[in-house]
């Protein structure tokens, strides 16, 4: 069958999450141009659930996506997505104001409790002075999520075509015409859900750019042997120069929080922000390193705003953006799934997403 009511452009997190709820509702079709649906962004993060990553108009996402990773409904998933880490926020001695921020940024809706740094991690160098613990935090089982996803789609009547492109789309009367190297698909909604390419689908498609940018951020794992333990929190550097986190024994996981714009690619990580990386990891703590084991980079996608874009295009109709998720779209998920589904069918938003005010995330906001 060539005609769907939904196809969905793009197999990672984004596309695999909505596809999952839509497709008891209606017959829908995933196109991913890779041979792996995870091979882009989603593949590629560094796995955790922060509330407050990617600021407040992020964090209602981030917060009802919560229970959904760490309980799931037992036929999405038998066990938990999310295990516990901890994030340590900070700062030299005269960073303060930093911290303060972050306590008033999010005072009434994320525990921030204040605390020596000093204490909590043998081996940080004595000028970190300044700590914000954010005990909530987990770790993220990304391949399972994403894997469940993909299999409650497909139990649910969704076909996923890997290795194929929209090249272009074109409106005809009330429904799509997606042109593949393989012939024509038709659909009545046509949605964007391709990370880094989400401007060059909408242009593809007639559709006006929104300007989402993707941002090159490199990740580094490096052996250390002595690392004191693989329980310890996510340490985050409150000027955003950093984060690592332990990944097993004597392992962590660092980058130097890079933010480079990039054309949408494969990305691959350059040596410059490999060598700042390690440089400002051995300003924070004296653990030796023993080897780069491996490094990584992928492309978080920002909209103007940094806030993500759910909803129908306004210009033209039956074209919906589900993009912008930057680097938080495996942490909003669940909510963003649930939130794209009721704006799509126009059915009532359920909890727990029914209080968050969707209007901050329309495409609307850019005209
Ligand atoms: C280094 C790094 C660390 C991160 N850490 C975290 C984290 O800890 N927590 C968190 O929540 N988020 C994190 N993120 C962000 C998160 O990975 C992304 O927000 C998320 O993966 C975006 O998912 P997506 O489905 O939109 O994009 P993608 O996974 O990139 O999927 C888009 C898909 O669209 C396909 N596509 C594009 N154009 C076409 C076309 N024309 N036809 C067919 N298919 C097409 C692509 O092949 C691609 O597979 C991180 C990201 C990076 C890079």
Known sequence: MNRFDIVIVGGGIAGASLGAELASKASVLILEREDSAGYHSTGRSVAFWEETYGGRMVQPLTTASGPLLRSPDADFSAHTFLSPRQTLHIGRAGEEAARERLMEEFAGRVE?????????????????????????????????????????????????????????????????????????????VLVNAAGAWADDVASRSGIARIGITPLRRTVVQLRVPDL??????????????????????????????????????????????????????????????EAVERKW????????????????????????????QGGFGIQTAPAAALLGMSLLTGDAAVAPVAGIDVRAYSPKRFN
Not at 145 to 152: G, K, N, T, V
Not at 254 to 279: G, M, N, R, Y
Not at 305 to 322: H, I, S
């Open 112 to 188: 921030l409790d204040p605390v020596d740094p000093l204490q909590l991690v043998p081996g940080l160098r004595p000028q970190w002075t300044v700590g914000l613990l954010e005990p909530a935090v987990c770790d993220i089982d990304v391949a399972a999520l994403h894997e469940a996803y993909l299999r409650q789609f497909r139990a649910r009547g969704g076909q996923l075509r890997l290795g194929l492109s929209l090249e272009s789309a074109s409106r005809s009367g009330s429904s799509w015409r997606i042109h593949t190297r393989e012939g024509v698909i038709e659909c009545g």
């Open 297 to 324: 980079a992928g492309l978080r996608s920002f909209a103007p705003d940094r806030a993500p874009v759910f909803g129908f295009d306004e210009a033209v109709p039956g074209f919906f953006w589900f993009a912008g």
């Open 228 to 289: 004191p333990s693989a329980d310890l929190p996510l340490i985050m550097d409150l000027s955003s120069r950093f984060y690592f986190k332990p990944e097993g024994e004597g392992r962590v996981w660092l980058t130097p929080h890079d933010e480079e714009p990039s054309l949408p690619c494969d990305a691959a990580p350059e040596e410059l922000a490999v060598a700042e990386a390690i440089a400002r990891f051995q300003d924070v703590v004296d653990w030796r390193i």
